[in-house]
């Protein structure tokens, strides 16, 4: 890093980059918001909301390695607004859908676009940012995508409502295409522009050295435990529990 990642133009390239991540969490969450609508149109039961839900984290777990293989050939620049394209490509399946196939179609290729994001924003983040600045700019990267995951709450339920869930889809849709417009204008992989330093270690070789690491297995079981059970019940079921239990309202 050097002086010209100085002053605005870092936080412009982090700026552009977490509000993309933001739509990750968006989407995360935006089932548990949209699930009684498409039950409803479609006459369909909780089972089958909850595997269009689960599309999504179908298509983010199987990404994970292909992710950081495309922000390592391609640069994190080009990954991350190729994301944001296919997400608008999913987006646009899922609001046009005829079936409800076509929907968990829609939504699978959702989760392939948003994959790439967080990891490209790590990328992003360790040639703008020092190494001192690096683990205060991932929580802050963090945070601001909950707020991703609490606009797809009350302020979606708002717009599903007015709007309905398939012209509120498109609208996340158009939003993702603007977003990969922005990257593609304002982001670049480092201070210096998009040339980019590969990696001389192998995927495998990488994936090997840490599953070596002791250090790496507790957070993963965490994440593979708590984590996930706390994602599955927060982001796809949290809304109606507390809509049947306590008589919340959807907003």
Known sequence: MNETSTGYKKWLVWGVMVTAYMLVFFHRYSMGSMGDFIMKEFGTTAAVIGMIGAMYSWAYMLMQLPAGMLADSIGPRYTAATGMLVTFLGSLIFAYAPSVHVVMLGRFIIGIGVSVIFISTLRIQASWFSPTEFTRMSGLTVFMGKIGALIAETPLVIMIEKYGWRNTSVIIGVASLIIAI???????NTPQGDKYEHSDVSIW??????LKNKYTWFPMLVFFGIYASFIAFSAQWGNKFLQDVYHISKT
Do not use: D, K, P, Q
């Not at 922005?182 to 670049?188: A, D, P, S, T, W």
């Not at 070789?205 to 840490?210: N, Q, V």
């Open 205 to 210: 070789e990488g994936l090997i050295s840490a």
């Open 182 to 188: 922005l990257i593609f204008l304002f982001v670049r």
